[in-house]
Nanobody, 125 residues
Framework: QLQLVESGGGLVQPGGSLRLSCAGS????????AGWFRQAPGKEREGVAC????????NYANSAKGRFTISRDNAKNTLYLQMDNLKPGDTAVYYCAASIRRCDLWFDESGINFWGKGTLVNVSL
């Protein structure tokens, strides 16, 4: 059973940056496609970005393209999300997730096999 624990959330001003991390344990993360979802207050959870098991293939939501970069270090069993030029609309709880599916199917969360508990990102003055 794969356990996922997020870290790196916090309060940041608009235009700032944050780097989220997701540490896997209990199983090797490199077997799975992995990535991030987020849920803003009063809104449904949405996919943000995915990276394939080998780290070659990626898939981003339109809202994340050009500002967010997903990466993984399989030797450390860890996933990352570098978020730059943050906007108030990025305020949300960010969840790490893993799936046996390919990244081009990432945004259908019914295919997610494992979830983290989330970390809060608050973009505000």
């Amino acid at each position: 059973q794969l356990q996922l624990v997020e870290s790196g959330g916090g309060l940041v001003q608009p235009g700032g940056s944050l780097r989220l991390s997701c540490a896997g344990s209990g199983s090797t993360l490199d077997y799975w496609a992995a990535g991030w979802f987020r849920q803003a207050p009063g809104k449904e959870r949405e996919g943000v970005a995915c990276i394939g098991s080998s780290g070659v293939n990626t898939n981003y939501a339109n809202s994340a393209k050009g500002r967010f970069t997903i990466s993984r270090d399989n030797a450390k069993n860890t996933l990352y999300l570098q978020m730059d030029n943050l906007k108030p609309g990025d305020t949300a709880v960010y969840y790490c997730a893993a799936s046996i599916r390919r990244c081009d199917l990432w945004f259908d969360e019914s295919g997610i096999n494992f979830w983290g508990k989330g970390t809060l990102v608050n973009v505000s003055l």
